[in-house]
């Protein structure tokens, strides 16, 4: 398997719908790394998995996440040594708190889900630090009653704030302060307390000036009388972070101490947002689970793409048990794709562990290998055409291919030459059979159709459409050649039904009786002399333009008595048809009079070789003597 198969069978958008049922980072981490298993034990439990979980909410309604998120950054920054902030705690302690009540309700569930139930055994409970985490946080910051030290300090800022608070209003209110204030409020800058002042009178002010305005009518002032409780202040706060500091260690050494089961729950709870996304996704579509095997057998019964809306026509479909290679024919846009795209992602979906849309009949091989050649792979970028880039995903594809692959192929042999493209699909579908893979291929060529009945372990399968509106049905026939929708829609347009049976002897018989129309059914034109005359008579040196290559030409030697001129065209000497040409420019009104039309015919190399001989150039020489010696030799 490769992500060119993934993104041809619409893997990743259906993980990604998935995914938009989980409820934390978790879980989503967990289906981007989620991948189809090779392994039917593997297989068996995924699906085992989400089956339970479909179980618990078909009973109960809902897994209780409530708290839980992705805290893998904040154990990894405790893993390195730092110390964790208060709403980093507060994460880890709703984290471990929800951990501890969806172990109590999946121990509940046993009845239900006894294998994902059990998984709960793994959790352990941290009701300790739950406690102090929400005894010492309150509102994302360190609480007053953390500590009796910290409660302490607290009480002296306080004391500290309002004496300040007291003073500075008692300098506001001084009648002879009036006419110093720039605004009657205290201000804090830099954790001071200051007033606004007039600049013109900071020198008449007795304190610090601790800012000035943007404009610098304005300075703040520390008054001499708070100046001391200041300082005081600001040793207090220096001890109230030394003191939350120690708290916040604390509380981090308690997590860090129990940080591996703490993974455990980490792992369990994504496994589990996985697990239940997975269930809630099968309720929303009404899926099951199917049945599994590991020898290539499959059969849909009833089943539908998971990625389409409204009304979809469900799919019955069967390989692998009395025939290992399935053709299906039928016209454009008849659901043929569709039908090699459900197939390929049921099978993807149900090896990921989810459940699909199908009867209880319904049975899915595990493969190792799955391969998918569908849509256009035309490379601008490595100028392959569609053809080109068909054969060579084939033959990745071959060489990466076993006995346990299913391989899928949207028009096969396609974007060449119908014989040879028919030949070489029926080549390479008989070496992917000889390899033992189980190979399902849609074509519109009828030499495939015609190998696929005649070969005891190919079977033919048709897209079924109404012959009398034309329009598809998007049904699966198996068993059944589709006919050609051409001669149906002919015969709808009231083509006569000799040419429609002629046309159908053609297609079955390859031959063509080449009968001659009698003479006397021809009407033959009167020709004129005149008419027959050739309009223009093409001189040397002429610009034409070829018809066949959609290129210009010179003129090198006049028509001869077969209607034909030589031209020189991209340094060749071709031969062309008057009819062929058209004339671009006259030669009259190219060249000046007594032009050497010669030189037109003899490349740009060649005049200068003869130019430097002409002039006495020794390398010239030289080089006509090293050439003369290598054709010598």
């Known amino acids: 398997m490769n992500q060119m198969t993934f993104e041809k069978l619409q893997y990743n958008e259906l993980k990604g719908i998935v995914k938009s049922y989980c409820v934390s980072g978790l879980g989503k981490n967990m289906i981007d790394k989620l991948g189809p298993s090779s392994s039917m034990e593997v297989v068996k439990d995924r699906l085992n998995e989400t089956t339970e979980a479909r179980a618990i909410l078909d009973a109960v309604g809902n897994m209780p996440f409530f708290g839980v998120s992705n805290i893998e950054y904040i154990i990894q920054n405790l893993e390195k040594g730092m110390i964790l902030d ?18 109590k309700f999946m121990l509940d569930k046993e009845f239900f889900a006894p294998v994902i139930a059990s998984y709960a055994s793994s959790m352990s409970e941290f009701k300790n630090v739950e406690e102090e985490v929400e005894f010492s946080i309150k509102g994302n910051s360190v609480d007053s009653n953390a500590s009796k030290e910290l409660r302490r300090i607290r009480r002296g800022i306080e004391s500290a704030e309002e004496k300040i608070k007291e003073r500075l209003n008692k300098f506001l209110n001084n009648s002879a302060n ?29 304190g610090t000036i601790i800012e000035v305005s943007s404009k610098g009518s304005t300075v703040f002032i520390e008054p001499n009388t708070v100046t001391k409780l200041n ?13 939350e500091y120690q708290i916040l260690a604390a509380l981090s050494g308690m997590i860090l101490e129990n940080i591996y089961e703490i993974k455990i729950n980490l792992d369990l709870i994504s496994q589990y947002d996985m697990v239940f996304a997975k269930a809630k996704f099968s309720k929303h579509i009404g899926g099951m689970e199917p049945k599994l095997n590991d020898h290539g057998y499959i059969k849909l019964v009833n089943c539908k793409h998971p990625l389409l809306t409204g009304e979809v026509v469900p799919i019955n479909f069967e390989i ?52 998918a050649d569908i849509g256009d792979n035309q490379s601008i970028e490595n100028a392959l055409s569609t053809f080109s880039s068909h054969m060579k995903n084939i033959s990745e594809i071959m060489s990466l ?21 028919a030949a070489l699909a029926i080549s390479i579908l008989e070496e992917f059979y000889h390899m033992g893979c189980i190979t399902v291929a849609t074509t519109h060529y009828g030499e495939i159709k015609r190998f696929s009945e005649i070969h005891v372990d190919f079977m033919n399968a048709a897209m079924q459409f109404n012959s009398e509106t034309l329009e598809p049905l998007y049904k699966l026939m198996i068993g059944k050649s589709g006919e050609s929708n051409a001669l149906w829609i002919s015969r709808k347009m009231n083509v006569r039904e000799n040419v429609l049976q ?30 027959s005359k050739v309009e223009y008579e093409y001189k040397k040196g002429d610009r034409v333009k070829l018809l066949d290559h959609h290129d210009f030409g010179i003129v090198y030697e006049e028509m001869n008595n077969f209607y034909n001129v030589i031209v020189f065209h991209n340094g060749d000497f071709i031969e062309v048809n008057v009819k062929r040409l058209t004339l671009d420019i006259p030669a009259v009104d190219l060249y000046p009079e007594g032009y050497d039309l010669e030189t037109l015919f003899i490349d740009y190399h060649t005049r200068k070789m003869e130019h430097d001989i ?17 054709n010598r030799s």
Request: charged share 35%.
């Open 614 to 630: 002409e002039r006495g150039s020794k390398k010239a020489l030289r080089k006509i003597q090293k050439e003369i010696r290598k």
């Open 86 to 103: 208060p709403s980093e705690l507060v994460s880890v302690s709703d984290f471990l708190r929800g951990c501890r009540k969806i172990k």
């Open 178 to 206: 009036k006419k110093y204030i720039q605004e009657f409020f205290i201000s804090k800058k830099d954790d001071r307390y200051t007033i606004p002042i007039k600049a013109s009178y900071k020198n008449q002010v007795s």
């Open 401 to 421: 291919s076993n006995n346990n692959s299913l391989l899928l192929f949207d028009e096969i042999g396609s974007g060449t030459e119908p014989n040879e493209g």
């Open 502 to 531: 002629r046309a159908k002897y053609y297609m079955e018989n390859k031959e063509y009786p080449l009968e001659r129309v009698s003479e006397d059914k021809i009407r033959k034109p009167k020709i004129s002399k005149e008419k």
């Open 320 to 371: 692998g048990k009395d025939y290992r290679s399935l053709i299906i024919t039928g016209p454009n846009a008849g659901g043929k794709t569709i039908v090699l795209k459900t197939i390929g992602l049921l099978t993807l979906a149900v090896m990921s562990g989810f459940h699909i849309i199908a009867d209880k009949e319904t049975e899915i091989a595990v493969f190792e290998n799955i391969f």
């Open 231 to 243: 300082g005081e202040l600001a040793r207090l706060k220096a001890e109230e972070a030394i003191e």
